[in-house]
């Protein structure tokens, strides 16, 4: 079968970040009849993976990934590379990159580049690389990590000295728990670097970083040892592969054998052993600077990892808390990854509570939703907590800030000790003050959720009180307007712009009075703006879901026009949503017709009351959909 567009997604944890993407994406395709293929890069491997056939006859390419997922393949192909997160929450704009052929095309050698204008997206693409190189080694260091720290964790249960021959506490079973778990761990710093090293330069980077990561662990510069060993590597190898470009073709597999692997080595290897004793002392000093934050003042410590934690939900900033926890796990320190397990579980069950708090508030997927996060939170999978954040960002994530910065604070005052870099309540057996933690827990959940449940109420009631708007509006235009006019003598496809360019509200309506006028609806655009800022002041015009109905009623205008403008960007509107606008429908209504103003306004309210019209408003990228569709609703 072929695929008109295909995809791969890819997180660091390959958990939740990598389906939830590869579903935002299936769903937007399947909405606009486009086959689409995507091949998800998570913990249990590549799954559905795309064959070169599939590659070939597709349109594109959308790489939504925090890690590698083998681009190489995909030279010659119109290809957009984003963060995962994009995956999820801009589905459709990756789809029209492709679509609308606005996707580079991405050449051997090169950075694929996310759509858009070159320039900016060149320097973007630096520290995308760098940064999914890092996350490269991360998703691979997380399983070692996790199964290391569970073992020694368990054979602690046995006795904190279970594991010393020489202690009176002396368990043989714990003794083998804890050197395997101990092995694993050590292999934290020589995975993390050997694989930020493949990212970059492929297997040979791979077999070089390996041996750098060794030298890292052996001269105890811990994991940013292991971050400065795996890019140095990485580009070291890159420009051996430069040195090496005029050797014949038939040395090839010299070079892989011998020359990469003895110089790669010799210059890497070198290196990493000259930087390890200043990389030793940050590494330590870091440390010794965190375990200090846990005695003298828990509180900034607290508030430092909530916000971290809770700011992007298994994102970067999530992650560098993450990381720290693990490699502090590796030195015996499991106070910190305490508070950032606890921040890390909040989020989801604060949706949870948020649910039950206001279980009218939200529709029943949405109920549903909260419940399942319920049994994700307490796994300690933070991603399920995004979709809620992703409808009202700017409120929904302060709030969980807030709870994840709670719940790390009491776990630092009540010195809970997590030695388990996962899992969330299933290691509870091996916690220190289990009951003290799930409070610290339950404590900042509560408080998360029941700001985000009151916020969502007063949504639900705006949202009442706007329906109930629109219905009297209605009814009232039923009894008193015109006949509805034939379209065309309201609008026109000249009427109808895509793509304007516009920084402000202001200059929105000075471009919908300057085609007014160009088009002879108006007199004076002066006055056509002002009418707009003088409806503004009374009560904002700015709906929903990117949408704005601003209108005017002037003698200025010599015949009713509807004028619609799809932004480029968006817009600061005060909207009831509080997100920019994109549409703006705007209503020109000659003065002393008010029965038409009433009419042309409550039509396009009752419009926009469907979700599937707001949807084709959006999805349209010409002023010929958007006229049909007007055509079909108002003439209805």
Not at 29 to 51: F, M, P
Not at 231 to 242: A, N, R
Not at 273 to 287: C, D, E, K
Not at 580 to 598: C, D, W, Y
């Amino acid at each position: 079968m072929t695929y008109r567009i295909i995809a791969a997604t890819g997180c660091p944890t390959g958990i939740a970040h990598t389906f939830m993407a590869k579903e935002a994406l299936e769903e937007a395709a399947r909405k606009r009849g486009i086959s689409i293929k995507v091949e998800t890069h998570g913990q249990d491997g590549v799954q559905d993976t795309l064959t070169q056939a599939e590659i070939d006859a597709a349109d594109g390419v959308i790489i939504a990934a925090d890690k590698d997922v083998n681009r190489d393949r995909f030279i010659g192909k119109r290809v957009v590379n984003v963060a995962v997160s994009k995956g999820i929450k801009e589905p459709d704009k990756l789809l029209d990159a492709i679509i609308n052929q606005t996707a580079p095309i991405y050449k051997d050698g090169q950075r694929a580049a996310s759509a858009g204008s070159s320039e900016p997206q060149q320097k973007e693409s630096v520290i995308r690389s760098i940064y999914v190189s890092l996350m490269n080694g991360v998703s691979h260091m997380l399983p070692i990590v996790v199964a290391g720290g569970v073992m020694i964790a368990i054979s602690l249960m046995f006795g904190i000295h279970s594991a010393d021959p020489e202690s009176s506490q002396y368990n043989e079973f714990a003794y083998y728990m804890n050197t395997i778990g101990g092995i694993a761990m050590n292999l934290m710093v020589p995975v993390l670097c050997a694989y930020i090293a493949e990212s970059i330069a492929k297997r040979p980077g791979l077999i070089i970083g390996f041996i750098v990561g060794m030298i890292a662990f052996t001269n105890g510069t811990g994991f940013l040892g292991g971050i400065i060993g795996g890019f140095m590597t990485g580009y070291i190898i890159l420009g051996l592969g430069y040195l090496f470009k005029a050797l014949p073709k038939q040395l090839d597999g010299l070079k892989s054998i011998f020359l990469f692997p003895v110089f790669g080595i010799f210059i890497a290897g070198f290196a990493m052993w000259f930087i390890s004793a200043p990389m030793g002392w940050i590494n330590q000093a870091m440390m010794d600077f965190l375990a200090s934050f846990q005695n003298s003042n828990p509180i900034v410590l607290g508030l430092i990892v909530g916000i971290m934690c809770a700011f992007d939900m298994g994102g970067p900033v999530n992650k560098a808390a993450y990381v720290t926890g693990t490699a502090l796990l590796s030195d015996g320190n499991y106070f910190f990854m305490a508070g950032v397990s606890a921040a890390c579980i909040v989020p989801p069950i604060a949706t949870g509570f948020a649910t039950l708090f206001a279980g009218k508030a939200y529709s029943t997927s949405e109920r549903s939703a909260g419940l399942v996060n319920f049994l994700l939170g307490s796994t300690h999978i933070t991603e399920g907590a995004i979709p809620f954040a992703a409808k009202k960002p700017l409120k929904v994530i302060p709030f969980l800030m807030i709870g994840s910065s709670i719940a790390a604070i009491l776990t630092y005052v009540f010195k809970v000790q997590v030695p388990a870099p996962h899992g969330g309540f299933i290691v509870l057996p091996i916690v220190t003050h289990p009951f003290l933690w799930i409070l610290a827990i339950l404590a900042g959940a509560v408080v998360s959720g029941f700001l985000i449940g009151m916020d969502q109420k007063r949504t639900a009631a705006k949202n009442k009180v706007k329906e109930t708007t629109i219905a009297e509006t209605a009814a009232v235009t039923e009894k008193t307007a015109l006949p509805v006019q034939d379209i065309s003598q309201i609008m026109s496809l000249d009427t109808i712009k895509v793509d304007v360019k516009a920084a402000t509200q202001i200059e929105v309506f000075q471009q919908i009075a300057e085609t007014a006028k160009q088009h002879g609806i108006i007199t004076d655009p002066g006055a056509i703006v002002d009418g707009f800022l003088q409806r503004e002041k009374a009560s904002t015009t700015g709906m929903e879901q990117g949408i704005a109905i601003p209108h005017t009623e002037r003698s200025e205008v010599l015949k009713p026009a509807i004028i619609i403008f799809k932004l480029a960007d968006g817009v600061e509107w005060k909207a009831l949503d509080g997100q920019p606008i994109r549409i703006v429908i705007s209503m020109l209504i000659p003065a002393g017709t008010a029965s038409n103003h009433l009419y042309y306004l409550s039509e396009v309210s009752k419009m926009l009351v469907h979700q599937e019209t707001i949807d084709q408003l959006h999805h349209a990228t010409n002023s010929e959909d958007i006229l049909a569709l007007f055509s079909t609703k108002l003439s209805a």
